[in-house]
């Protein structure tokens, strides 16, 4: 038979009170003597009594807790930046005496519905698959939400994301310093960022004397689409690229397996650069790749909803931070052609 938790009548029983005495005495109101508020605290601390905090949320108006949305938690894979993420988050919560609370089913269910049921004070979500109506109604609805890696958000909403443009620019002012000029470009346009990835591929390889060849840019629909004809469509043209940006650690991963499959050296054939540096890319494949401060980008998530909780505007709430460009050893000089 499970133990039975103690009561504040418990509470007030052992302290000798009224049970009215001892919930004031526990919630430092009214005119308490000291002797009787020792008395309670000692017996609340005896019988190791919690305050029920459903009841002390409806008297205070707060949970004291943070709802976060993000991708299913993996150690490795293609979205194995969530970690960082995750642990950001965490922290910046726990620094605010905030508990944090992980939705594992959405958005699979009405994720309005579920975050404006009382539990959560606010909520922090990255809107990969989210409906645009999702935040409208979040936001109509007054619950402070910061989103990630999304800066179109509804007024009301703040948000954390990363320079993908910088990130790109990068990227291909790298390649090009090292002799490539027929460059590719691989991602779904699924989201935000890789849609800002894409363009600013585009817009980089102009900018920066690259070929800007419609072929080379390759997006498509199916997340985990075959990555052959893509390749097999590039080496048809008169000139093959002789590098590849991916649009995401993940994407880089899966065409390092396929040149492994294929017998393609990478960097001496085709270099390759990946996009996040999740934990996959340090490995011992020494991804070249676009470094995001995904543990940074989680504990300024947590600032933010914090603030908006206490009223700040939302406008006050939005952030854009810096890439950086690590340098590993998937990128080299373009090959020569032999003669």
Partial sequence: MARRL?????????????????????NNQGRISTETRAAVARAAEELRFAPNALIRSLQSGRTGTVGLLTWPVRETGILSVDLALLTGVSHGLAALQTDMLLYSRCPGRDLGTVLLDGRVDGAILVPHELEDTTLESLARAGLPTVTLYQSEVPAGVGYVKVDNVSGIWQAVAHLIALGHRRIAYYSPLNSED???????????????????DVSLCAVPEEYHAPLLPTWQAWQALAEPPTALIAGNDGFAMMWLEFFAAHNISVPDQLSLIGFDDAPIASGSTGLTTVRQPGLQVGELAATFVDRLIQGAPAEECRRVLP?????????????????
């Avoid at 504040?8 to 009215?20: K, M």
């Fill in 323 to 339: 890439v950086e460009l690590i340098v590993r050893e998937t990128t080299g000089p373009v090959a020569q052609k032999q003669p």
């Fill in 194 to 212: 890789f849609n800002e990835r894409c363009a600013a591929y585009k817009a980089s390889c102009r900018e920066l004397g690259a070929h800007t």
């Fill in 6 to 26: 103690p009561t504040i009548r418990d509470v007030a029983a052992q302290a000798g009170v009224s049970v009215g005495t001892a919930s004031k005495a526990l």
